[in-house]
């Protein structure tokens, strides 16, 4: 398993808080994905101060569908980009909460709360100074969190199971923790893992893409849904010989809090159907990797794929065929092989979960 490296923690600290100034500092791609903003996302990114959006450090998307009158919470918030823009889609009767241990951050991310609040018509954002590996001393109620997000953080927890225990607890039953990070293929040895710039990086902490399965089905999240994925290409040449061959990406998981999730896709013969109903995918819901889902066609579903749907805050978006009084086995699909794309053009291999 992944070892834990005493002392990064304070790395962490000194170099998203002195060392980086802004997203042009970064020595690597891992850290910063802005080329994948889709459209409709724009207008409101456009709305984000610029100094808040060019401390930007994530690796991917956190902004899932249906949020609108949501509580959400971002671990390792920073300056907060990611929350301003999650401020809008939540609207004036949701709430974002930040969680970050950078006080440099944190200071910039509390200097724009005048100007969001100007500029959305309202104030529904607040950032608390803290770990995200110790949840429970921030004073939030347990349960009480719709939606949890984080972007490129979790690689750089120096407790990786704690933070995921502390996700599970926050959630409301049915809630879902979306979030972005950096995985590698195999496990690293110390000297990668302690290397300071590949771990502020987001690289020397990536977990190996298995371990990071069994940590979550450990924290009570069965069944983890690989979203998308990126290869990530380590260009500066002493940082690519240090790693190896090594293999990273950058990919976005959707974990979700329903205690009856089995630890497989199980066929029970049930099916849904997409009403068409969320704004931003008219004609088909890509719900994950492997279910991309067309509206009006019968779909089949696995039991997993099937409560994901009705015991959350995508049910009134669907019909539902079927229950759980029949049950036929695996369902068909589903493997255990590397779940990310080995090349930019897409071809992969079969995913963990149907």
């Given at each position: 398993?992944?070892?834990?490296?005493?002392?990064?923690?304070?790395?962490?600290?000194?170099?998203?808080g002195?060392e980086?100034?802004?997203?042009?500092?970064?020595k690597?791609s891992?850290?910063?994905?802005?080329g994948?903003?889709?459209?409709?996302?724009?207008?409101?990114?456009?709305?984000?101060h610029?100094?808040?959006s060019?401390?930007?450090?994530g690796?991917?998307?956190?902004?899932?569908p249906?949020?609108?009158?949501?509580?959400v919470?971002?671990l390792?918030?920073?300056s907060?980009?990611?929350?301003?823009?999650?401020s809008?889609l939540?609207g004036a009767?949701?709430?974002?909460?930040?969680?970050?241990?950078t006080?440099e951050?944190?200071?910039?991310?509390?200097?724009?709360?005048?100007?969001?609040a100007?500029?959305?018509?309202?104030?529904?954002?607040?950032?608390?100074e803290?770990?995200?590996?110790?949840?429970?001393?921030l004073n939030?109620?347990p349960?009480?969190?719709?939606?949890i997000?984080?972007?490129?953080?979790?690689?750089?927890?120096?407790?990786?199971?704690?933070?995921?225990?502390?996700?599970?607890r926050?959630?409301?039953?049915?809630?879902?923790?979306?979030?972005s990070?950096?995985?590698?293929?195999r496990?690293?040895?110390?000297?990668?893992q302690?290397?300071?710039?590949l771990?502020?990086?987001?690289?020397?902490?990536?977990?190996?893409?298995?371990?990071f399965?069994?940590?979550?089905?450990?924290a009570?999240?069965?069944?983890?849904?690989?979203?998308?994925?990126?290869?990530?290409?380590?260009t500066?040449?002493?940082?690519?010989?240090?790693?190896?061959?090594?293999?990273?990406?950058?990919?976005?998981?959707?974990l979700?809090?329903?205690?009856?999730?089995?630890?497989?896709?199980e066929?029970h013969?049930?099916?849904?159907?997409?009403k068409?109903?969320?704004?931003?995918?008219p004609?088909?819901?890509?719900f994950?990797?492997?279910?991309?889902?067309?509206?009006?066609?019968?779909?089949?579903?696995c039991?997993?794929?099937?409560?994901?749907?009705r015991q959350t805050?995508?049910?009134?978006?669907f019909q539902?065929?079927?229950?759980?009084?029949?049950?036929?086995?695996?369902?068909?699909?589903?493997?255990?092989?590397i779940?990310?794309?080995?090349?930019?053009?897409g071809?992969?291999?079969?995913?963990n979960?149907?």
């Amino acid at each position: 398993m992944h070892t834990q490296c005493p002392g990064m923690q304070e790395v962490v600290q000194a170099y998203y808080g002195k060392e980086l100034q802004s997203s042009s500092d970064l020595k690597t791609s891992a850290c910063c994905d802005t080329g994948s903003v889709p459209e409709w996302l724009k207008p409101l990114l456009s709305r984000v101060h610029p100094e808040v959006s060019n401390r930007y450090y994530g690796c991917g998307l956190v902004c899932p569908p249906l949020l609108k009158g949501c509580r959400v919470l971002d671990l390792g918030s920073g300056s907060g980009r990611d929350v301003y823009l999650l401020s809008q889609l939540v609207g004036a009767t949701g709430e974002v909460v930040g969680v970050d241990m950078t006080r440099e951050q944190l200071e910039v991310a509390q200097e724009y709360l005048p100007f969001h609040a100007k500029q959305f018509g309202y104030s529904n954002v607040r950032f608390l100074e803290g770990q995200i590996e110790r949840l429970d001393e921030l004073n939030l109620e347990p349960s009480s969190f719709d939606v949890i997000v984080s972007n490129c953080v979790l690689n750089l927890s120096i407790d990786k199971p704690a933070v995921l225990s502390g996700v599970q607890r926050l959630l409301k039953p049915g809630g879902e923790f979306y979030f972005s990070d950096v995985y590698v293929d195999r496990r690293l040895p110390d000297a990668v893992q302690r290397h300071p710039v590949l771990y502020g990086e987001c690289l020397g902490g990536a977990l190996y893409w298995n371990d990071f399965l069994r940590m979550a089905r450990g924290a009570a999240f069965k069944d983890p849904r690989l979203v998308n994925d990126r290869p990530l290409e380590i260009t500066e040449p002493l940082l690519a010989a240090l790693v190896g061959e090594a293999c990273f990406y950058s990919a976005t998981y959707r974990l979700f809090n329903i205690p009856e999730l089995e630890d497989a896709c199980e066929d029970h013969g049930q099916a849904v159907i997409y009403k068409g109903s969320i704004e931003q995918a008219p004609t088909r819901m890509e719900f994950d990797k492997h279910h991309s889902i067309e509206v009006g066609k019968v779909f089949p579903v696995c039991g997993n794929t099937y409560r994901m749907l009705r015991q959350t805050r995508f049910a009134s978006n669907f019909q539902f065929i079927g229950d759980f009084d029949r049950h036929y086995g695996l369902f068909e699909g589903c493997g255990s092989a590397i779940p990310f794309d080995q090349n930019s053009s897409g071809e992969g291999v079969a995913s963990n979960c149907c």
